[in-house]
């Protein structure tokens, strides 16, 4: 986030003119965003680049549970009000994840660490009240493309999706303490010594697909290059 940081406080991110009174009235008053209003979750925590896992950010997911197998995140760098939207993440459980196919499930990573840690909170919601999600998202598996690499100090989304992984408990997964740090005094939280502990009952899955997690079994990640190709001109129907 600190590219971020520095950038913004030479010029606006993305670079553009106010919004006028006639776009407030439209934004605001004449529709009704059925799908943005769906989301009943904020969730902070962390991912890292598959493509190169010492870079690291602070992600804020705002979640829609489409049902009790499937949720989908619209992912912001701040949760401020002009955070910046740099990704989207989709998040199954494990029965769907056992029938992807198995090249699909190498571009998934598991939640099981990243919840049992406490490095995913739900800000503001006490940690008793959350139980319930916590102990369902332990068992999931998500696949998170980043589209705009701010922290890098990107002003617009520049060049391919990126594949970003979750935290691990090994080498390259583990999240720097000073990120950490910085997220909780923002929260007024303690990851370490209380919501860790608080978290010691949650049932870790029985099984984690090693499919999944890919880099740690195989040491590779996947990165998309962008190269023309020649257009369809017959499609095939449906």
Known sequence: MAGRDEASSHEEIPPGRPMSMEQHMVDKVLQSLKPIKQMSQHACTFALYSHDMNRQ???????????????????????????CLIGVEYIISDRLFENLDPEEQKLWHSHAY??????WVSP?????????????????????????????G???PLGPPALMMSPQP??????????????????????????????????????????????KQHG???????????????????
């Open 57 to 83: 950010i602070e992600t804020h997911h705002y979640v829609t549970r489409i049902n009790q197998d499937f949720l989908q995140c619209a992912v912001y760098d701040s949760d401020d009000s002009r955070g």
């Open 114 to 119: 990243e919840i049992k840690s406490g490095l």
């Open 124 to 152: 503001r919601v006490p940690e008793m009240v959350a139980r319930p999600e916590l102990e369902n998202l332990a068992k999931t598996y998500g696949k998170f493309w980043c589209t705009w690499q701010t922290d890098r």
């Open 154 to 156: 990107d002003k617009l």
């Open 170 to 215: 090994v080498n390259l997964g583990m999240v720097k303490p000073a990120l950490v740090q910085k997220r909780d005094g923002k929260y007024n939280i303690s990851t370490d010594e209380a919501i860790k502990t608080t978290r010691l009952e949650i049932n870790e899955p029985e099984w984690i697909n090693p499919q999944a997690d890919y880099w």
């Open 220 to 238: 590779k990640c996947f990165a998309i290059d962008v190269e023309p190709v020649e257009m369809k001109r017959m499609a095939p129907f449906p």
